[in-house]
């Protein structure tokens, strides 16, 4: 969850939305992401809105602590179900993310789920995951998470090599994210996620290698392969501005994003959004699939998102504001936008053309078209898709996707 919040207009102190945010909701389906913002320690790179307990301290009492935290975030889901009023949608996604959300007990979460469960209702189908990092959870963590209704969970590696871990200030030890794997899989997950970060600062090629090899090793059937992106304000920006460690320049990065698709491809990992890899389409965040293609969710937490029928919202980022809005009965929102028609059309471009299903020509203006027409001679998107009313990026163009996706959105 990004540190900043965009500017907006206020929310309502009841958190209502307009009428129309719900019209022909039925077709759409309904996710929740629940943020948990503690973690133990603060990873180099993170600028996410995360919390250890040192920066809490002081600064939100009892209402910012983790123990009752869980109570907190279901007096919101409790909110959003006032909010959304009669909707009939059962939840066809949730996802609990962070900061580390295996830092409260397991029941926390199951907790949480449950109370999405009874106000809403969880799809037959539903996928139900949780992110988790590989120091924090025992095999009793993971069978608890599992027999509370739990069916995924993603852990986060981002490297094999001890180095590259140092450098990003991860604490698990190299061979624990598989261990989880064998772990999660006795527990009875169906469905578990790698994250892997490449680029990182002292990485070599063979390093990157090694990662994907232990990752593909532990047989998940989903690896998520991210850039590192050094963020201002973070440590890692500190050091390099610094120079005690060197910058990733965008060439290596590109190099290592070829080595990811051969090596996973090779595997038997299928790519199906430019960062993301499963080995069967049941294999993919449907989550993830939810926010790319625009349908509506719930982001219940500190500083989370929300996004129902072209209204987006955002909540108070930190924990002590947070809470003592909900116990104090108002919406703990920060601000709102209405998304008019045009810019919903060019997040739809910006998204659906990162898929491997890609984003309909259709949604292009004349600017657009031209561009895609030159993308298509210059080898960035898929002859045949593009025959059929579709751009789809090319390996060349999930390369350039973001300067791809610039010239369509015209």
């Known amino acids: 969850m990004p540190s900043a919040l965009p500017d907006g207009e206020p929310m309502p102190v009841d958190g209502a939305l307009p009428a129309h945010a719900l019209a022909g909701a039925g077709d759409r389906p309904l996710g929740f992401y629940l943020h948990v913002p503690y973690c133990a320690t603060r990873c180099g790179y993170c600028d996410f809105n995360t919390y250890t307990a040192t920066e809490l301290r002081g600064s939100g009492g009892v209402l910012a602590s983790r123990d009752n935290y869980a109570d907190t975030l279901i007096e919101e889901i409790r909110l959003a179900r006032k909010v959304l009023g009669d909707d009939p949608r059962p939840v066809r996604t949730l996802f609990v993310g962070g900061g580390t959300p295996t830092l409260l007990a397991a029941g926390d979460l199951v907790r949480m789920l449950g109370a999405v469960r009874d106000e809403f209702g969880i799809a037959d189908d539903a996928e139900i995951t949780t992110e988790a990092n590989p120091e924090s959870v025992d095999p009793a963590y993971l069978a608890e998470l599992r027999a509370g209704g739990f069916n995924r969970v993603s852990f986060g590696m981002q490297s094999a090599r001890q180095h590259v871990l140092k450098v990003l200030d991860r604490t698990h030890t190299p061979g624990r ?97 430019v960062s993301n890899w499963a080995t069967s389409e049941a294999g993919r965040c449907l989550h993830n699939e939810l926010y790319w293609r625009g349908a509506d969710w719930w982001g219940a937490g500190p500083g989370a998102h929300s996004h129902v029928g072209g209204v987006r ?27 008019p028609d045009e810019d919903r059309r060019v997040e739809r471009v910006l998204l659906e053309l990162r898929l491997r299903e890609g984003c309909p020509l259709s949604l292009l203006r004349p600017a657009g078209l031209e561009a895609s027409r030159r993308a298509l001679e210059d080898g960035l998107l898929e002859r045949a898709a593009y025959e059929q009313g579709r751009a789809v990026l090319t390996l060349r163009g999930r390369l350039l996707a973001d300067a791809v996706v610039r010239d369509l959105v015209d």
Request: negative net charge.
């Open 177 to 273: 994210p598989e261990a989880c794997v064998a772990e999660a899989r006795a527990a009875g997950f169906e469905h578990i996620n790698l994250d892997l970060i490449y680029g990182t600062p002292g990485e070599s090629d063979d390093d990157w290698r090694a990662s994907l090899d232990a990752a593909i090793g532990a047989a998940p059937d989903h690896v998520s392969a991210y850039a590192l992106i050094v963020e201002e304000g973070t440590q890692l920006a500190r050091r390099i501005r610094r120079g005690e460690v060197p910058m990733t320049d965008d060439d290596v990065h590109a190099d290592r994003y070829l080595i990811a698709d051969e090596v996973l491809s090779g595997a038997g990992f299928d790519w199906y959004e």
């Open 313 to 339: 919202w955002w909540n108070v980022k930190h924990p002590g504001a947070y809470a003592a809005a909900l116990t104090e009965g108002r919406s703990p929102g920060a601000g709102r936008e209405v998304l």
